[in-house]
C-alpha cells in the first residue's frame, strides 16, 4: 500500500514595497491588504506604524536601497501645498521634485501622493476619492504615476452627501473632514479604516482603501515579472 507523501507548502511570495514618508500607516494597510510586503520609511519615529519600520531619511534611504524593492510609494509631506498651512503663513520645504528624481534614478515602478494644492506639479495625477471606495469622506489625494506604472482614473461620484463643517462634530447623514483639530477620533477611524492612529495620523492619512486599488493595479502589472499570482 502506497504511503501518503507529506507535502510541505511554503507561502507565497508577497512583492516588496517601500513606504516612504510612511508617517502612522494608511497607505501602507492597502498595499498590505492588496498582497505587498511592506517597509516603512520616515524621519521621525513613527510608533503607531503596523509594519516593518526604519527611521531613516527618505530620499537617502530610496537612493540607496530603493532598487531593491519591487514597488515603491511616495507620500512627501503636504504642509507646502496645503491650504490651511498657507493661510497660517507657515512654510515648509517643496519635496515632490526631489523626490521624483530619487524615484527615477532607482528603475522601480512607483507612485508619489499629494493634496489638491501640489496638483500643478504633479504629471498626469490621478484624483481618488472616499465615495469611490464606499470611504463615507470626501477626501481628494492625488498620485501620480512613474516607472513605468500605469493607474486609469475611475469615475468620480458626485458629492450628494453633505459635508460637516471643518472642527465639528459630524451630524447624522453627513460626512466629516477630519482634518487640523478635527473633532470625533473614534468615528474617523472607523470611517477612515485605520483603528490604531491618533488624531495627528489621521489627519494626513491616505484611506487604505485609495492604496488597496493602486496596489492591486501594480500587482497586475508586476505579474509577468515577478511570476507571481497576483
Request: net charge positive.
Amino acid at each position: 500500500m502506497a504511503q501518503p507523501t507529506l507535502i510541505r507548502r511554503l507561502p507565497r511570495h508577497r512583492p516588496r514595497l517601500l513606504d516612504l514618508f510612511c508617517c502612522q500607516g494608511g497607505a501602507a494597510k492597502g498595499y498590505t491588504d492588496a498582497g505587498f510586503d511592506v517597509t516603512g520609511v520616515d524621519l521621525h519615529p513613527q510608533p503607531r506604524y503596523p509594519y516593518r519600520f526604519i527611521q531613516a531619511d527618505a530620499l537617502a534611504f530610496v537612493l540607496a536601497h530603493g532598487a531593491g524593492f519591487d514597488f515603491i510609494h511616495a507620500s512627501p509631506p503636504c504642509q507646502h501645498d496645503s491650504d490651511c498651512q498657507r493661510i497660517q503663513g507657515n512654510t515648509h520645504p517643496d519635496l515632490i521634485a526631489p523626490t521624483r528624481t530619487a524615484l527615477e534614478a532607482t528603475g522601480r515602478p512607483w507612485v508619489i501622493e499629494n493634496v489638491r494644492g501640489a496638483v500643478p506639479k504633479l504629471r498626469g495625477p490621478v484624483m481618488l476619492c472616499g465615495p469611490m471606495f464606499g470611504v463615507n469622506t470626501y477626501r481628494h489625494r492625488y498620485f501620480e504615476p512613474g516607472g513605468g506604472f500605469t493607474l486609469p482614473q475611475p469615475e468620480h461620484p458626485a458629492h450628494v452627501v453633505p459635508q460637516a463643517k471643518m472642527g465639528r462634530p459630524v451630524p447624522p447623514g453627513q460626512y466629516g473632514q477630519f482634518v487640523g483639530n478635527f473633532s470625533g477620533v473614534d468615528l474617523a477611524r472607523k470611517v477612515m479604516g485605520v483603528p490604531w492612529m491618533n488624531r495627528d495620523g489621521i489627519r494626513e492619512c491616505i484611506p487604505p482603501a485609495y492604496t488597496k486599488h493602486i496596489g492591486r493595479h501594480a500587482l497586475t502589472q508586476l505579474t509577468p515579472a515577478l511570476g507571481v499570482a497576483a
